[in-house]
């Protein structure tokens, strides 16, 4: 969402902002829209003054006991055309909105131009990934073998995009996201949250999921909508208040099921873990000030790069180029893990400075006693990390040949000192 007074202001930025972003030019409809509503103000204004002198006279006139007929027919038409101004305010707004929703976030400067991830810049690597001396398996190859990862049960009775993980792979999985919640929350300082996985029209319009990217969610038959993410739901514990400098940052953190219909995913990593429908995520959002933002973004990547470093996972940092970011992300930094069977790095996190953008929508603020600063928050998210795109990483990188999985050190307390995961017993 955008202040309408900095687009009257800085018309050419905007647009330069969202050609970034490959959009088109938005300020011409845009400000024609502002300029008729202001008139439309401007003669409501007018409209309300002479009706208030009318009302005058007419109190006037009643006390000499003289005629009222023509004022009142006249109060009775300023009436008629102050509502007509009212109503055509209203459409103005009601379309002004409905654009403004539609339009991402601009770019940050440092953010590079392109139009996909082949204009991503790579930050940085951690790790190395290990040098096997067998022919590695994919992670669905290796978890059926083992007996613990079904794609063919899952599909029968939730259709495609779905798997169930049963025995030691079913705890891992579980394991990661303990491990997860406890490094959030007691070495980075996030405060863990269970919220509701079910949300209201608002509350994704306030993110920025609504109205834009409606095919890619789920929608219950009481208009309520499954969470795609727990930013969701994190970000909106603010919604609409009015929140002291002193008290921020606000960080937070949550382990929720994710819920996407990747509408737009079609013929994509159809086979294994990669890209389905259900997936759990540790989450972590961060409310701010506008001149921490920036800071709070790289300490968030920070944090859920400790994650991968502790799982003796390589990956990479990649700072995504201005047609690869999400649609409110006004930057973006994505980790990238390795995985052994592709040969590359897929996308595990994902952290992401809005800025103001959600804040405008939410209707949230800050402000500070000492210096009288008042303005919208800054918000943040980043995955710490996708619970799902994790276990997929740790099977692959710490498989035997023989098809078994070396438990990582940092997992193996919450998985009852279980070294490997080995075929189950018939």
Same mark, same amino acid.
């Given at each position: 969402?955008?202040?309408?007074?900095?687009?009257?202001?800085?018309?050419?930025?905007?647009?330069?902002?969202?050609?970034?972003?490959?959009?088109?030019p938005?300020?011409?409809?845009?400000?024609?829209?502002?300029?008729?509503?202001?008139?439309?103000?401007?003669?409501?204004?007018?409209?309300?003054?002479?009706?208030?002198?009318?009302?005058?006279?007419?109190?006037?006139?009643?006390?000499?006991?003289?005629?009222?007929?023509?004022?009142?027919?006249?109060?009775?038409g300023?009436?008629?055309?102050?509502?007509?101004?009212?109503?055509?305010?209203?459409?103005?707004?009601s379309?002004?909105?409905?654009?403004?929703?539609?339009?991402?976030n601009?770019?940050?400067?440092?953010?590079?131009?392109?139009?996909?991830?082949?204009?991503?810049?790579?930050v940085?690597?951690?790790?190395?990934?290990?040098?096997?001396?067998?022919?590695?398996?994919?992670?669905?190859?290796?978890?059926e073998?083992?007996?613990?990862?079904?794609?063919?049960?899952?599909?029968?009775?939730?259709?495609?995009?779905?798997?169930?993980?049963?025995?030691q792979?079913?705890?891992?999985?579980?394991?990661?996201?303990?491990?997860?919640?406890?490094?959030?929350?007691?070495?980075?300082?996030?405060?863990?949250?269970?919220?509701?996985?079910?949300?209201?029209?608002?509350?994704?319009?306030?993110?920025?999921?609504?109205?834009?990217?409606?095919?890619?969610?789920?929608?219950?038959?009481?208009?309520?909508?499954?969470?795609? =993410? #727990?930013?969701? !739901?994190?970000?909106n514990?603010?919604? *609409?208040?009015?929140? %002291?400098?002193?008290?921020?940052?606000? &960080? +937070? =953190? #949550?382990?929720? !099921?994710?819920?996407?219909?990747?509408? *737009?995913?079609?013929? %994509?990593?159809?086979?294994?873990?990669i &890209? +389905?429908?259900?997936?759990?995520?540790?989450?972590?959002?961060?409310?701010?000030?506008?001149?921490?933002?920036?800071?709070?973004?790289? &300490?968030?990547?920070?944090?859920?790069?400790?994650?991968?470093?502790?799982?003796?996972?390589?990956?990479?940092i990649?700072?995504?180029?201005?047609?690869?970011?999400?649609f409110?992300?006004?930057?973006?930094?994505?980790?990238?893990v390795?995985?052994?069977?592709?040969?590359?790095?897929?996308?595990?996190?994902?952290?992401?400075?809005?800025?103001?953008?959600?804040?405008?929508?939410?209707?949230?603020?800050?402000?500070?006693?000492?210096?009288?600063?008042?303005?919208?928050?800054?918000?943040?998210?980043?995955?710490?990390?996708?619970?799902?795109?994790?276990?997929?990483?740790?099977?692959?990188?710490?498989?035997?040949?023989?098809?078994?999985?070396?438990?990582?050190?940092?997992?193996?307390?919450?998985?009852?000192?279980?070294?490997?995961?080995?075929?189950?017993?018939?």
């Amino acid at each position: 969402m955008f202040d309408v007074k900095w687009i009257r202001e800085n018309p050419e930025a905007f647009d330069t902002g969202l050609a970034r972003r490959g959009v088109d030019p938005q300020s011409e409809i845009i400000l024609q829209l502002d300029s008729q509503r202001r008139q439309l103000i401007t003669v409501t204004q007018k409209l309300q003054e002479k009706r208030n002198l009318s009302s005058k006279q007419i109190g006037v006139a009643k006390q000499n006991n003289s005629s009222v007929e023509s004022l009142l027919e006249e109060v009775s038409g300023i009436k008629i055309q102050l509502h007509e101004c009212e109503e055509k305010i209203r459409d103005i707004d009601s379309e002004m909105r409905g654009l403004l929703l539609q339009l991402p976030n601009l770019p940050s400067k440092d953010v590079p131009d392109g139009a996909d991830d082949s204009s991503n810049v790579e930050v940085k690597r951690v790790g190395e990934p290990r040098v096997f001396d067998f022919v590695v398996r994919p992670h669905f190859a290796l978890g059926e073998s083992l007996g613990q990862m079904e794609f063919a049960a899952a599909s029968q009775m939730s259709g495609s995009r779905f798997v169930i993980l049963s025995g030691q792979l079913a705890k891992l999985e579980r394991a990661l996201a303990a491990f997860m919640l406890d490094i959030q929350t007691e070495q980075n300082g996030y405060l863990e949250v269970s919220p509701p996985f079910l949300v209201k029209e608002s509350a994704l319009i306030g993110t920025g999921q609504l109205p834009k990217f409606a095919d890619d969610l789920f929608k219950t038959t009481d208009n309520r909508w499954l969470i795609p =993410t #727990a930013e969701v !739901p994190l970000t909106n514990i603010v919604s *609409g208040e009015v929140l %002291k400098a002193s008290d921020l940052p606000y &960080r +937070v =953190t #949550a382990h929720t !099921p994710c819920f996407r219909s990747e509408a *737009g995913a079609a013929g %994509k990593d159809t086979r294994g873990m990669i &890209r +389905v429908h259900q997936f759990t995520k540790v989450e972590m959002v961060s409310i701010t000030t506008p001149s921490e933002s920036d800071q709070e973004l790289e &300490r968030m990547t920070d944090c859920a790069g400790i994650i991968l470093q502790q799982l003796g996972l390589p990956y990479r940092i990649v700072l995504l180029s201005s047609g690869d970011m999400g649609f409110s992300a006004l930057k973006t930094y994505d980790l990238e893990v390795w995985i052994p069977s592709e040969q590359k790095y897929r996308e595990i996190s994902s952290c992401s400075n809005c800025g103001d953008f959600q804040a405008r929508r939410m209707r949230t603020r800050f402000r500070s006693e000492k210096s009288k600063i008042r303005g919208f928050v800054h918000t943040l998210n980043g995955s710490g990390l996708a619970v799902g795109r994790a276990l997929v990483a740790v099977m692959e990188n710490y498989q035997r040949s023989d098809g078994s999985i070396v438990v990582p050190e940092v997992l193996r307390p919450y998985m009852g000192g279980i070294e490997t995961i080995d075929a189950m017993k018939e």
